[in-house]
């Protein structure tokens, strides 16, 4: 007589052989009503994976910190970020989590726009936290349709653009245009390697009618 656990693993084998060949399975449509949880080891579940030079980065940088009680890696690492990961570990779901981990950027299978941004201001706007407000809703950014992903880096031990002579690299991605045709400040265009964008440009004020109704 099969026990229990040999009946149990029985059928997930066929079920899972049965999702390979109908699509997905109703096993699939059932844990999409899951509710991941946040891993145990963090990080380190992580990076058994996601093992590459750029995964490990982050934790040289801000968001990186675990002695700062308000980054990212000194709460839930990883999955502060990118979402509780239970389900996306486990060997038997193949990286497959319900539901799926918040990717950023704007690759195959990233999440939208407005969810990437709101991970980002989940810290970035909340007073409470203790980090400086950061405003982003109602800027020209912002209207643009522009990620916080696309301007910005969390995997990396600096962020080139906050940093002023590796800043103008980073907006003239876009802004292609103002390297040769930019404006003439005094006598010629301004040296972007030693001024950057940051000092004339605040891309995160708001609107002067905004300003006065915060």
Request: include cysteine; proline fraction near 4%; aromatic fraction near 6%.
């Amino acid at each position: 007589m099969f026990s229990v656990k040999r009946m149990l693993l029985v059928f997930f084998v066929v079920s899972a052989f049965a999702g390979n060949v109908f699509g997905q399975s109703w096993v699939n449509d059932l844990l999409v009503h899951r509710t991941p949880s946040f891993t145990e080891d963090g990080a380190d579940s992580c990076l058994m994976c996601h093992s590459g030079e750029k995964m490990r980065a982050v934790s040289e940088g801000v968001h990186g910190d675990t002695d700062n009680p308000l980054t990212p890696f000194a709460q839930n690492q990883c999955e502060t970020c990118h979402g509780a990961g239970s389900i996306h570990i486990s060997r038997a779901h193949g990286g497959k989590g319900y539901p799926p981990l918040t990717i950023f950027g704007y690759e195959r299978g990233a999440a939208t726009r407005d969810q990437q941004v709101e991970v980002c201001l989940s810290c970035h706007t909340d007073e409470s936290s203790g980090i400086k407000v950061t405003p982003f809703h109602g800027t020209l950014h912002d209207k643009w349709i522009v990620n916080c992903s696309s301007c910005h880096q969390a995997h990396v031990e600096s962020d080139p653009v906050l940093d002023r002579k590796l800043q103008a690299e980073v907006c003239l991605a876009c802004h292609m245009n103002q390297k040769t045709e930019h404006r003439k400040v005094g006598r010629g265009i301004p040296d972007f390697n030693r001024m950057g964008c940051a000092g004339c440009h605040r891309v995160h004020r708001l609107p002067k009618a905004k300003e006065g109704a915060e």
